[in-house]
C-alpha cells in the first residue's frame, strides 16, 4: 500500500497559528523561501556551498563517513555490531570540498554532517536566515551530506526541518506503529536515538513481516529548497538525501519544564528495575505507573495535605534536584 502524503499548507508568509498544538505531521511549502540560503541552494548545489562558506571560520566537525556499497544508509550493520560508518573529525572547508568533488559521481561514498548547531560552527548564519518560532530559544541545526538515508527514529522535542539545498524525502511513521517498525538496540545506537531495523526504501517483509502494517500508516513527501516539515514530538521518522549536495536546517525545542530530563531515562530505569519482575508484581507496578504517572490528576494525592504532598504535587526546578541527587546516590550505592 502506498503511504500516504503528509497535510500540506502554503506557508511562504509564515507559520500558521496553533500548527505546534495540533500536533499533526504538515508540510510547509515555502516557509523559507526568501532565505539567502534557500535562494542559493534553488540555483545548485555548488551555490549553497559558495554561500555556506561565507560562514566557516574553520571549525571542525564530526563526519559519517560510509562506503558506496552502504547505499546511503547510516545504520547498524548486518549483525548488530556495528555500523555502516564511522566518524571522521574533518574541517568543514574539507567536507565543502569533497561534497562538490563526489558531485555526479554514481557510486560516491556518503560524507554526512549531522545535527551541527548553526552558532557553533557556522556564525552569523542564523542573521541571514532567521524563523519565528513559537520556543524562545530553540535549538538550530545544521545538516550537509550527500545522498544518504538517515534510518527511522524518533525525537522528543518537537521539530521544524526547513529543506534549503538538494531534495529530501521524508517518511513519517506515527508513535504508536513502535512495535511495528522493529527497534534496533536501545543502549547502542548510531547517532543517539534507537532506529528501526527495517528500510522503508527497501522493505525486506520475509525479515520484518508486522513492518507492512507500519507501510499502511506511513506519511510521506519531498521536499525542495524552500520548503520544510514539522515533524512533532516523537513522531518516527525516515529522511532520505535524494541530491548529490543536500543542506538541511532544522529547529528542535520542547514545550516542558527546562529541568524535566528525557522519559528514555526512565525507560532504561524500568528496564532495570521493573521488567524483568515476577509477573503479579510487575501487573501491581502497571497499576502504580497508571495512577501515579499515566492517569494522575487532581485527585490523586487530595487526601494528603498539601504541605506534605511533595513529589506528588508540581515538581519545580529545586525538587527536581533533590530527586536527582537522591536518584544518583541509590543509583550508585
Same mark, same amino acid.
Given at each position: ?10 506557508? =511562504?508568509?509564515g507559520?500558521?497559528d496553533?500548527?505546534?498544538?495540533r500536533a499533526? @505531521?504538515t508540510?510547509?511549502?515555502g516557509?523559507?523561501?526568501r532565505?539567502?540560503?534557500? #535562494?542559493?541552494g534553488?540555483?545548485s548545489?555548488?551555490?549553497a556551498?559558495a554561500?555556506l562558506?561565507?560562514f ?20 547498524h550493520?548486518?549483525?548488530l555490531?556495528?555500523f555502516?560508518?564511522?566518524?571522521? #573529525?574533518?574541517?568543514?572547508? /574539507?567536507?565543502?570540498d ?6 555526479? #559521481?554514481?557510486?560516491?561514498p556518503?560524507? +554526512? ?5 548553526l552558532d557553533? +560552527?557556522?556564525?552569523?548564519f542564523?542573521a541571514?536566515n ?10 538550530a ?5 550527500n545522498?544518504?538515508?538517515?534510518p ?12 534549503v539545498?538538494?531534495?529530501?524525502r521524508v ?10 517498525l +522493529? ?5 547502542a545506537? @548510531?547517532?543517539? /536515538? ?5 528500510d @522503508?526504501?527497501?522493505p525486506?517483509l520475509a525479515?520484518f513481516? =508486522?513492518?507492512?502494517?507500519?507501510l499502511? #500508516?506511513? /506519511?510521506?513527501?519531498?521536499?525542495? *529548497? ?6 512533532p514530538?516523537m513522531w ?6 535524494l541530491?548529490?549536495?543536500n543542506?538541511?536546517?532544522?529547529y ?11 522519559p528514555?531515562?526512565a ?9 524483568d519482575l515476577?509477573?503479579?508484581q510487575?501487573a ?5 505507573? =497508571?495512577?501515579?504517572?499515566?492517569e494522575a490528576?487532581?485527585d490523586?494525592?487530595?487526601?494528603? *495535605?498539601a /504541605?506534605?504532598?511533595r513529589v506528588l504535587? @508540581? ?6 534536584r533533590e530527586? =536527582? ?6 543509583l550508585?550505592?
Amino acid at each position: 500500500m502506498p503511504a500516504e502524503p503528509i497535510v500540506e499548507i502554503d506557508a =511562504r508568509h509564515g507559520l500558521p497559528d496553533g500548527l505546534v498544538e495540533r500536533a499533526a @505531521p504538515t508540510v510547509l511549502r515555502g516557509l523559507v523561501a526568501r532565505w539567502p540560503m534557500a #535562494q542559493a541552494g534553488a540555483a545548485s548545489g555548488r551555490d549553497a556551498i559558495a554561500y555556506l562558506r561565507r560562514f566557516d571560520r574553520g571549525a571542525t566537525v564530526p563526519a559519517m563517513v560510509a562506503p558506496a556499497e552502504a547505499g546511503g544508509r547510516l545504520t547498524h550493520d548486518d549483525a548488530l555490531t556495528g555500523f555502516t560508518f564511522h566518524y571522521e #573529525q574533518r574541517p568543514l572547508a /574539507q567536507v565543502f570540498d569533497a561534497l562538490l568533488a563526489m558531485a555526479g #559521481q554514481p557510486a560516491a561514498p556518503t560524507l +554526512y554532517v549531522g545535527s551541527s548547531t548553526l552558532d557553533t +560552527y557556522l556564525p552569523g548564519f542564523a542573521a541571514e536566515n532567521s524563523l519565528q518560532l513559537p520556543a524562545a530559544a530553540p535549538l538550530a541545526s545544521i545538516w550537509i551530506g550527500n545522498r544518504s538515508r538517515i534510518p527511522t527514529h524518533q525525537d522528543l522535542p518537537d521539530n521544524i526541518a526547513c529543506v534549503v539545498a538538494g531534495r529530501r524525502r521524508v517518511t513519517l511513521f506515527p508513535p504508536e506503529q513502535l512495535r511495528n517498525l +522493529y527497534i534496533g538496540p536501545l543502549d547502542a545506537t @548510531p547517532a543517539g /536515538q534507537p532506529v528501526s531495523l527495517a528500510d @522503508p526504501a527497501a522493505p525486506d517483509l520475509a525479515r520484518f513481516p =508486522r513492518f507492512a502494517q507500519a507501510l499502511a #500508516q506511513a /506519511q510521506v513527501a519531498e521536499l525542495e *529548497p524552500g520548503d520544510a516539515v514539522f515533524i512533532p514530538s516523537m513522531w518516527w521518522h525516515h529522511m532520505e538525501g535524494l541530491a548529490d549536495i543536500n543542506v538541511l536546517v532544522n529547529y528542535w525545542w520542547r514545550r516542558t519544564p527546562a529541568w524535566m530530563d528525557t522519559p528514555m531515562n526512565a525507560l532504561m530505569l524500568a528496564l532495570m528495575t521493573v521488567r524483568d519482575l515476577p509477573v503479579e508484581q510487575r501487573a501491581t507496578w502497571q497499576e502504580m505507573f =497508571r495512577h501515579y504517572v499515566f492517569e494522575a490528576d487532581a485527585d490523586t494525592a487530595a487526601h494528603i *495535605p498539601a /504541605q506534605a504532598r511533595r513529589v506528588l504535587d @508540581p515538581i519545580d526546578d529545586g525538587l527536581a534536584r533533590e530527586l =536527582r541527587a537522591r536518584l544518583l546516590q541509590r543509583l550508585n550505592r
